[in-house]
Structure formats: structure tokens, C-alpha cells
């Protein structure tokens, strides 16, 4: 006969071999999704380009292919036809100069894959061209496990590429309310976060929410006390499944 206290330990350990499971099936994903961007970013300096003023100029070219003949260029950026998908996001051939509008690609791409089977997640990062070289480590990040609070604040001590430090109370708004550096700047009120949900999060602070008369929740908070906010703040990274 199985004693309750020997029920509770199988319990645990049960529970325990599914967390592992789970972990190992989420880093064998991962690790995929890291080598297929890192195949894509280190190129082979020696493999030929296609010659300027051809169709794909300056790409690239693969043995034997055929460079189109000569194309007109009138100083526009291409589009990258990825799928056919019609809520495909749309990849200029050339890479946008400005940081902003590489930023709303790179997202609006993250976004995307999100949505796709992992097998249609591999094939569309193999086709990203500039984009995957330039944000490969964001888009990475992007595709992270929900972690536990202590898990967080712990990676929060050793930044790494394509995440960002994240003040579960906002910092800004929390100075101006008078709060005071030591406690706006703790240990406890840093977490680590994908570089896009990060934006995401800000984003949702900003926004206007009728609910609450038309102003923004950062608005809303305004006076509030620390618990208040810091309430708002994990439950923030609880929507944007950053916490577990």
C-alpha cells in the first residue's frame, strides 16, 4: 500500500519529468531556430555574388544559377516574396536605412512567425536575407518559454544579445513620482525580456484604454503607490508570456 507521503513524492517526481520534458522539447526547437539563423548569417566569403546591374546584383549566387540578365534599377527597394501568404509581412530586398523602419520590419516578421508551424518557421528564416543576419538574435529571443519571476531577475545580471533589461515599475514614471533610485534600480525590480515584447510592453503602457477614460494605463498610474504598480508591472509580463 502507497502512503500518502510516498503519493505526493511520485507527484513531485512526475511533475519534475514533465518539466524536463518540456524543456528539452523547447531547446531542441530553439537550438534549431538558432542554427538555421547562424547557417543564414555566416555566409561563405568565398561563394560568388551576382554581378552589379543584373537582376539580384550583389546577392549571393548559387552553382550554375541564372542572374535574370540585366535589370533596370530605379533606386527603389524591392519586396521579398516570401510565401503568398496574404498576412505575410512584406521584406524589402535592400536594407532600410533607418533603424526605425528595420525595427517595425523586424517585428512585424517576429510576430508572423509566431503564428506558423515550426517547419513554416524554418523555411521563411531561411529566405529573410538582411534581415536575419541584422536581427537574428531578437528574433530568437522572441520565441523564449514563459520563466518564473526569480529566473528573470537572475538573467537580469548577465545581459545577452537581443534581450533587454525591464523595470517590472516602470522607471520613468516611477521617478517622477518621487520613488527613489535604490528601490526604482533593486535587484528585484529587474527581470530580463525579449527585445520585442519589451517594446510591446512599453507600447501597452502608452496606450489609450477607454476603459479607463481614454488615457493611457501609464496615465491611470500616475500617484499610485509601489505594490500598485508592481502588480501591474508582473501582471504585464504575465500577458505578453514573459512570466510563468
Known amino acids: 500500500m502507497v502512503s500518502e507521503g510516498d503519493e505526493r513524492e511520485l507527484a513531485r517526481d512526475y511533475a519534475a519529468l514533465r518539466a524536463a520534458y518540456a524543456e528539452g522539447a523547447f531547446l531542441i526547437r530553439a ?30 549566387a548559387g552553382p550554375g544559377g541564372d542572374w535574370g540578365g540585366p535589370a533596370h534599377d530605379d533606386g527603389r527597394a524591392k519586396i521579398v516574396a516570401i510565401s503568398g501568404d ?9 536594407r532600410p536605412a533607418r533603424a526605425r523602419e528595420r525595427n517595425r520590419i523586424g517585428r512585424a516578421l517576429t510576430q508572423y512567425l509566431r503564428s506558423l508551424p515550426h517547419s513554416r518557421q524554418a ?47 516602470e522607471k520613468t514614471p ?3 513620482d518621487g520613488f527613489s533610485r535604490e528601490k526604482i534600480e533593486s535587484p528585484d525590480n529587474k527581470v530580463l525580456v525579449p527585445r520585442y515584447i519589451h ?25 499610485s503607490n509601489w505594490k500598485t504598480r508592481e502588480r501591474v508591472g508582473r501582471y504585464a509580463l504575465r500577458k505578453f508570456g514573459v512570466l510563468r
Open 86 to 94: 496574404p498576412d505575410e509581412p512584406k521584406i524589402p530586398d535592400r
Open 174 to 176: 516611477a521617478y517622477r
Open 123 to 169: 523555411d521563411i528564416i531561411e529566405r529573410v536575407g538582411w534581415l536575419a543576419n541584422e536581427v537574428g538574435h531578437t528574433i530568437r529571443s522572441y520565441f523564449d518559454e514563459p520563466r518564473s519571476l526569480e529566473e528573470l531577475r537572475e538573467r537580469a545580471t548577465a545581459p545577452r544579445p537581443g534581450y533587454d533589461i525591464h523595470h517590472i515599475v
Open 199 to 223: 517594446w510591446e510592453i512599453t507600447a501597452w503602457y502608452a496606450t489609450k484604454n477607454k476603459e479607463l477614460g481614454n488615457i493611457s494605463l501609464r496615465e491611470h498610474l500616475r500617484g
Open 31 to 60: 537550438w534549431h531556430l538558432q542554427a538555421l539563423l547562424e547557417a543564414r548569417a555566416n555566409f561563405n566569403p568565398g561563394q560568388p555574388r551576382v554581378p552589379r546591374g543584373y537582376r539580384f546584383g550583389g546577392r549571393w
